[in-house]
């Protein structure tokens, strides 16, 4: 690679690359040296966001495009090869914008025969010899990374019982009753006699392509979520996080807390970056939800079908529709959460994901109940 103070130039075989650095952002260059077609697709790292696409600086297309999920057809691999969502690249332009972080990032001047919008991608390019395109982004800065709200009281009083010959923790609080295999999980929590969240503990059951989920919720470090090799990872036992009923901070460890309001339980996680080890993730195993509400880019609300056929999809904040009422996901306290979602032919597996930091790091998920 060649480098100047105003541009890059990128030898990779029988292509070139050329990245010029711009007032308002870059404009990229792929040459073929052989005059063969040439492909480029910029990648896209929103996971939430409002997609508009122009023609001739008229908005044609546009929708809330949460990435893998939403909306099919214009961001998924498999239905990018059909005709509708290619587009003559010339007078095109793409745009993606987040209205929670403010970010916006457009593609301009494309500069090929044809644009396609797929996967991860800002927008595909091809075309004879020479494709480009003219990137720009901004932001308002209108939120931060970090939560920092209430922390909840930490339920502490347990007394050992036995579920189906195995050894449980139980309590009885304001939130109702809650049951906790300390090295598998939750494994009830209970209001007005009626399950909330319940699993089949402690007989295994398979979700997606894991065999052994015991438990409706349990902790685990994981690796980064935005790696591009490993991206956000099934959970393993080898990453399961201790429960402790006390909230004992001098090790990493989950409990669980309550809040003013009766309807609300706490998940509280403390732990620490360590290598491969970035993420305090609490995962929750849902059978019998059917509809899904996720936050979109603008603070609004998608709701989606539990169907069949796989599905994933990033938000902020999420509900869950069960038997009789709605189960609530946000964060309360935490370095850039978000939660991930799973849809499978098994039910639901919900990972909230928070960064860890250096030192003990305190992360806070609400789960709250509304009964119809």
Request: glycine residues 8%; hydrophobic residues 45%; contains cysteine.
């Amino acid at each position: 690679m060649d480098a100047a103070d105003e541009m890059w130039r990128i030898d990779d075989g029988d292509v070139e690359r050329v990245v010029e650095f711009l007032p308002a952002g870059v404009r990229v260059t792929a040459m073929s040296r052989s005059a063969s077609e040439v492909v480029c697709f910029p990648w896209m790292g929103l996971r939430v966001a409002r997609l508009a696409l122009s023609l001739e600086g008229v908005e044609a297309r546009a929708a809330h495009a949460v990435r893998g999920r939403w909306p099919v057809d214009l961001v998924d691999f498999e239905a990018s090869a059909d005709g509708e969502s290619s587009w003559p690249a010339a007078g095109t332009e793409v745009v993606w914008s987040d209205g929670a972080s403010g970010v916006t990032i457009a593609a301009t001047r494309l500069r090929a025969e044809k644009a396609r919008l797929e996967g991860w991608h800002f927008v595909r390019l091809s075309g004879e010899t020479s494709v480009g395109y003219d990137l720009s982004v901004s932001s308002s800065g209108c939120s931060s990374r970090v939560r920092n709200g209430r922390g909840g009281r930490v339920i502490d009083t347990w007394w050992r019982s036995r579920r189906a010959l195995a050894d449980v923790l139980q309590t009885t609080t304001d939130a109702g009753t809650l049951i906790v295999a300390p090295e598998a999980g939750l494994v009830e929590w209970r209001r007005d006699g009626r399950p909330v969240v319940c699993s089949s503990f402690p007989s295994r059951r398979a979700i997606g392509p894991l065999t052994t989920v015991s438990t409706a919720l349990w902790a685990c470090a994981e690796p980064d979520r935005t790696d591009l090799d490993l991206g956000a990872a099934w959970p393993t036992d080898d990453a399961r996080l201790p429960f402790q009923p006390s909230g004992d901070t001098q090790g990493a460890g989950w409990s669980l807390t309550s809040f003013d309001s009766p309807s609300e339980l706490g998940v509280r996680v403390i732990a620490i970056a360590e290598e491969r080890r970035l993420e305090a993730v609490v995962f929750l195993a849902l059978a019998r939800a059917t509809r899904v509400r996720i936050a979109d880019s603008d603070g609004g609300v998608l709701e989606l079908d539990v169907s069949p056929d796989p599905w994933r999809t990033w938000t902020r904040a999420a509900s869950f529709f069960m038997d009789g009422g709605w189960l609530h996901l946000t964060s309360v306290r935490g370095i850039h959460p978000e939660i991930l979602i799973r849809s499978t032919a098994q039910g639901l597996m919900v990972a909230a994901y928070s960064r860890l930091a250096s030192e003990p790091t305190t992360t806070v998920w609400s789960v709250r109940w509304d009964a119809l």
